[in-house]
C-alpha cells in the first residue's frame, strides 16, 4: 500500500508570497492529483500529472518519478488561496485515490 | 458545481436507523467513487464501481452498503452504524475508473452518528 507524506501539514503566509507544498510516496504510481480542499468539504482537482511539469495560472505542480516526489506551487499568494491542499495517488486500474493528510494554507491580507 | 450531486448534505442518525446517501453524476462517467473524510485523518477509499461493478471494497465494515443501479447513480446504506462513523463522505466520479483520469468529487453528506 502506498504512504503518501505531505508538509508542511500547516502553512501561514502573507499575500503575495511565493509557496511551496511538498508530497512524498512510497510506491511507484501511474498519477498524482493535487486536489484543494474549502472550508464546508468541497473538492476541486488541481492537477494531474505523470511526469514533468503543468502549470495553471498562478499554480504550477512537479513531479520527479524517479524521487516519488511533487511539488504544489502557488505564485503571487492571494487570500482565497486559503485552503487545504491535498496530495493524492492513483496506482493504475480501477482504483480509487490514495491520499495524503493535506496541508492547511492560510493566506493573510 | 463539479457536475456530481450528493444528497443530504448533512444527516444526523441514532445508532438503529437506517438511512441512505445519494449521488449523481452529469457527467457521463462509468467509474464512481465512496470516500471517507474523518477529523484529524486523511481521506479513505470506501469503494470503488466501474461500469455498475464493483471493483474495489477497502475492508470496509459490512454496516455500510453500497449500490450502484447505473453508471450515474451511486447510494451508501448505512444501518446500525457507530459514532466513529461520523464524518464527511464524499462521492467521486472519473471517466473509466483507469486510474490516469481527473475525478470530480461531490459536495459532500456530514453524517453525525449519535
Known amino acids: 500500500k502506498n504512504e503518501v507524506e505531505q508538509s508542511p501539514q500547516n502553512l501561514t503566509a502573507q499575500e503575495g508570497e511565493f509557496i511551496t507544498i511538498n508530497c512524498s510516496y512510497s510506491v511507484g504510481i501511474s498519477a498524482l492529483h493535487w486536489l484543494q480542499q474549502h472550508p464546508g468539504g468541497g473538492i476541486v482537482s488541481l492537477f494531474m500529472?505523470?511526469?514533468g511539469k503543468k502549470k495553471h495560472g498562478r499554480l504550477i505542480a512537479t513531479i520527479n518519478i524517479q524521487e516519488k516526489h511533487s511539488s504544489l506551487h502557488i505564485t503571487a499568494s492571494h487570500p482565497r488561496d486559503s485552503a487545504v491542499y491535498i496530495c493524492?495517488?492513483?496506482?493504475?486500474?480501477?482504483?480509487?485515490?490514495?491520499f495524503g493528510k493535506g496541508t492547511h494554507l492560510i493566506i493573510q491580507p | 458545481e463539479t457536475g456530481v450531486t450528493q444528497t443530504p448534505r448533512h444527516l444526523v442518525m441514532g445508532m438503529t436507523n437506517k438511512k441512505s446517501l445519494k449521488c449523481e453524476q452529469h457527467?457521463?462517467?462509468?467509474?464512481m467513487y465512496w470516500y471517507k473524510q474523518s477529523a484529524k485523518k486523511p481521506l479513505e477509499l470506501m469503494f470503488v464501481y466501474n461500469f455498475k461493478e464493483q471493483t474495489e471494497n477497502n475492508s470496509v465494515p459490512s454496516r455500510f452498503s453500497p449500490e450502484c443501479p447505473n453508471s450515474s447513480h451511486l447510494f451508501l446504506h448505512l444501518h446500525t452504524l457507530q459514532p466513529e462513523d461520523s464524518a464527511l463522505y464524499l462521492c467521486a466520479s472519473s471517466q473509466d475508473g483507469a486510474g490516469r483520469e481527473t475525478q470530480y468529487f461531490g459536495p459532500g453528506t456530514r453524517l453525525l452518528v449519535l
Open positions: 500529472l505523470s511526469s
Open positions: 493524492a495517488v492513483s496506482g493504475g486500474g480501477a482504483d480509487g485515490l490514495t
Open positions: 457527467l457521463g462517467h462509468n467509474a
